[in-house]
């Protein structure tokens, strides 16, 4: 189904329910097809911890190291 977008406006939600159903509802201005409205399928569900074990982190990590303080802010006085 094509319709203009000031038909569109006016039918919103029942474009919604017919794109979540399956139908093809395309939104077009001038009769020019712009856009396709389509039923949002998530992602599946993030699972955490997935890298646990394989990446390790030292313990000085958020040290600062002198040598790349003074090339960012020049020698200490």
Not at 13 to 39: F, Q
Request: proline letters at 4%.
């Amino acid at each position: 189904m094509i319709i203009n977008v000031s038909e569109a406006k006016a039918k919103l939600s029942k474009l919604v329910d017919m794109a979540y159903h399956g139908e093809e509802v395309v939104i077009a201005k001038n009769n020019l097809p712009l856009v396709k409205l389509v039923a949002h399928h998530p992602n599946a569900k993030r699972k955490l911890g997935l890298l646990a074990g394989q990446i390790n982190i030292p313990n000085d990590f958020l040290d600062e190291n002198d040598e790349i303080n003074e090339m960012f802010y020049g020698e200490s006085s």
